[in-house]
Each structure stands twice: as C-alpha cells, then as structure tokens.
C-alpha cells in the first residue's frame, strides 16, 4: 500500500493567496483526519471526518479555513485568504474505525510558508 | 474534552541508558493510548499502544504502563540507541465511542553518544 498521500510537500506562497492541500487515504479507511503541527502550539485537530461527513470541525481556527471530502479517496483543506500565521507542517491521517479506535497512519506533511 | 499533557519536553540520555517519558489524561473514558515517533521531515508513526484493560504492554526495547485510577501511562526505551532521537507523542481516545485521538504537546528525545 502507498500509505497516505499528500501533495504538495512543500508550498510557499504571498499572504492573501488561496492555499489548497490534497490528500488521499489509504484504500478502505473510513476516516479522515487534518492536523496542524507548529513549534509552539504542536499537534492540533484541525478537522476529521467519517465516511466522507465531518464530524469535528472545532479544531479549524477561523472562516479562512475550510476542508471537503467528495468521496472515500480524495480530501482537500483550503486556506483563503492565507496569513503568515499559517505557516506550519500540516498533516492528513486516515484511520479503519470498526467501533473501536486503531492506528492513525499519518501522510509526510505539507509544509506551507505563507510570505 | 479530554486533555494529554506530556513531560518532559525535551529529555537528553546518553546511549545505551533508558528513557522515560510520562502521560497524563484527563478523561476516564479514555481507553486508547498509542505513543507516536516522528523523525524530521516526517508524520508521526505509530510505535506502541496500549488499552486501558492491560497495564503494561512490551515490544522489543520498548514498553508502556498505564495506571487508570491515576489517569496517567507512560513509554519506557531501554538500551537507547542513536535512531531512537526523534520527537515521541503520547495519546489518548474514548476508543469504542470515538476516532477521534488527542496527542500530547511532545517530547523531543537526543540520544548523546
């Protein structure tokens, strides 16, 4: 298996631009986790879903940020407008949740630098 | 909500002792407990977990405990070895209720030579 995908690993960008981040799951795992990770503030729950519906989105800091899942193999998290204060390593995990929790196998990050 | 709070946050041994690195949750329904390493550049990876009806769990160098009336669990590495600096995360879930897992703030470990 590929594991979790996640593009692009590296994006910089001006403040004000529209920042998209993909990730793909690993075939047959039903959740779907965005982290955020700094120095200052570690590893955050941004958002995760369940079968494609969200399910916790109290993690997202402000409206500029917004995540979709249209089906089982695809997410995306949308920052817009980005901020430099959102420059961070910014993690998808997916999980097979069969009513009990199990490993949560993360992606390699994408590191955003907003200018 | 639950809360995981990790310490220390930076803990230096010298190669071939043993490091340990202590949780605290705040949750009793709290019921899953995976302790990650991530090493630059890359996610978090699972080493070891442990549920809440066993107390102690080992795998090779390493081990976790877990006292559930005291709410707290720990990783123990023994005979530390240059490949085991990275930063750990400890978690913890309500398991059978939820997917959702809360990480600690970290714990970067330096194995001196």
């Known amino acids: 298996d590929a594991g979790v995908i996640q593009s692009p690993r590296h994006e910089v960008t001006e403040m004000g631009q529209e920042v998209t981040l993909r990730c793909k799951p690993i075939s047959g795992h039903n959740s779907l986790f965005w982290y955020r990770q700094t120095m200052m503030r570690g590893l955050e729950l941004l958002i995760y879903?369940?079968?494609?519906?969200?399910?916790?989105d109290s993690g997202m800091p402000e409206d500029r940020f917004s995540a979709k899942m249209p089906n089982a193999s695809f997410s995306t998290l949308k920052i817009q407008p980005s901020e430099p204060r959102d420059s961070a390593v910014y993690f998808c995990?997916?999980?097979?949740?069969?009513?009990?929790?199990?490993?949560?196998?993360f992606g390699p990050g994408t590191r955003l630098t907003v200018l | 909500g639950e809360n995981v709070e990790q310490h220390p946050s930076t803990l230096s041994v010298q190669e071939g002792d043993s490091a340990v690195i202590k949780c605290t949750y705040s949750?009793?329904?709290?019921?899953?407990f995976p302790w990650y390493k991530q090493e630059l550049g890359k996610g978090p990876q699972l080493i070891i977990d442990i549920r809440s009806n066993v107390g102690e769990k080992k795998d090779q160098r390493i081990a976790v405990t877990l006292n559930k009336t005291a709410k707290h669990f720990s990783l123990h590495i023994t005979e530390t070895q240059p490949e085991d600096s990275a930063v750990y995360f400890c978690?913890?879930?309500?398991?059978?209720?939820?997917?959702?897992?809360?990480f600690g703030k970290g714990t970067r470990l330096h194995i001196l030579p």
């Open positions: 949750d009793s329904a709290s019921n899953y």
């Open positions: 995990a997916s999980i097979r949740f069969q009513g009990h929790t199990d490993t949560q196998y």
């Open positions: 978690a913890a879930s309500m398991g059978d209720r939820d997917d959702k897992i809360i």
């Open positions: 879903f369940n079968n494609n519906v969200p399910i916790d």
